[in-house]
């Protein structure tokens, strides 16, 4: 009995016990969503601010630097600019270094090989090679990872100066030349011949400019003068040539009305290959059954440039090499036959390409030559084809 009794107070004090125990788990874990809340909520306060002080130094750094989406210069502007090409950078940094007279292209070759070419405006023989070497400096400081060479051209578009690469690297360095290096880069200069223009000889005949022409066609080959015009929109060659170098129906032949100094005439239109210093191209050429008058007209000159030096009685040819920039607009700039048509010391003038007329359009192709000049013409054209082909015989015996 007694035992039973030790036993039931134990089992009470059990109990007991493990109430107590209840009560206190019961009430810890009731205070354990409130406290994960509590510490989750100062957690989130903490990573807000930490944000915000992030946002604010952002803020701070765009205010600083924000002109920079639009530049306050090239150089601000120009790793900024929405799909920029390397030819453009190039291009950007050079007009906002050099003259705004002076004109610049960039030619690519082997998909990395940036070259610049500069050309020198008509007004200015020669620039001095410190002079351009200052006008280097800040080109190189931005584009020295692409650009390779730089090639400087005079006013007869003959290169005279070429900074090589290892030259470019110095100017960026050292910000001047040595006297070796000015020595290299005029020598260099003379002997990068690829972009130069090519010299035409002509005679100057009362006012005009007479060229040789090669005339190319399936019957063969003839070389007759010709009278620059820029007033002539197509080149014009006489009957016998044209008839010497191919068989053509002149019947059938499209015809094309021409106003000139005798009034108007009627030529039909062919084609040949006309060679000028081995620019040769294949163009229209109007059928002059009149008399023996040659004229070089503006269509040979599509796609090509030229210089026109009157005191020297020479002309200046090259091809113009047109590139292509994806997905931008080019920079507006003049061309390097846009600039002053001022002719130096009234001797030296410039054009370009006209417009190609329509077929049937009324043209002039020789509004510059008086009726009673084209007799003495033929007859000087064939005094100096004779001479040169006597020269050539006494220089072949």
């Known amino acids: 009995m007694r035992i039973r009794k030790i036993l039931i107070i134990l089992l009470l004090t059990a109990l007991a016990v493990w109430g107590i125990q209840i009560a206190y788990f019961f009430q810890h874990n009731a205070s354990m969503p409130s406290q994960i809340k509590r510490q989750a909520e100062s957690e989130r306060k903490a990573l807000m601010l930490q944000f915000a002080n992030n946002e604010r130094k952002l803020n701070n750094d765009y205010r600083q630097k924000k002109y920079l989406a639009t530049g306050k210069t090239v150089y601000d502007r120009i790793f900024n600019a929405k799909e920029q090409t390397v030819v453009e950078l190039i291009q950007r940094m050079a007009a906002d270094s050099f003259p705004k007279d002076w004109n610049c292209d960039v030619r690519v070759e082997e998909f990395k090989h940036f ?15 410190g002079k351009i070497a200052s006008y280097l400096i800040p080109i190189v400081k931005h584009c020295s990872w692409c650009l390779s060479d730089v090639a400087v051209f005079d006013y007869a578009h003959k290169s005279y100066l070429f900074f090589d690469n290892e030259t470019l690297r110095h100017i960026e360095n050292e910000r001047k030349l040595t006297e070796t290096l000015l020595e290299k ?19 100057k005949y009362e006012g005009h400019l007479v060229l040789p022409m090669q005339i190319t066609g399936s019957s063969g080959v003839e070389t007759c003068l010709a009278l620059f015009d820029t007033g002539a929109s197509v080149t014009t060659v006489s009957y016998s040539t044209i008839s010497k170098t191919g068989s053509d129906n002149l019947a059938t032949a499209p015809k094309r009305s021409f106003n000139t100094a005798n009034g108007l005439m009627t030529c039909p239109i062919v084609y040949r290959e006309v060679d000028l210093e081995g620019f040769s191209k294949r163009i229209e050429v109007a059928v002059n059954q009149r008399d023996e008058l040659n004229l070089l007209g503006m269509n040979y000159f599509q796609g090509m440039k030229y210089i026109v030096d009157s005191q020297n009685a020479c002309i200046y040819i090259w091809k113009e090499q047109s590139i292509e920039i994806p997905r931008i607009n080019p920079i507006p700039r003049k061309s390097a036959l846009e600039d002053s048509r001022v002719p130096i010391e009234g001797n030296y003038t410039e054009t370009g390409p006209q417009d190609k007329k329509s077929a049937g359009e009324t043209v002039k192709p020789g509004s510059n030559v008086s009726s009673r000049d084209m007799n003495d013409l033929a007859s000087f054209a064939d005094k100096w084809l004779e001479i040169d082909h006597d020269t050539n015989d006494a220089r072949e015996n």
């Open 185 to 203: 880069v005029k020598q260099q200069g003379e002997s990068f011949t690829r972009f130069n223009s090519k010299t035409i000889q002509c005679k």
């Open 115 to 129: 070259i610049l070419l500069v050309y020198l405006p008509h007004n200015l023989a020669r620039a001095e090679v």
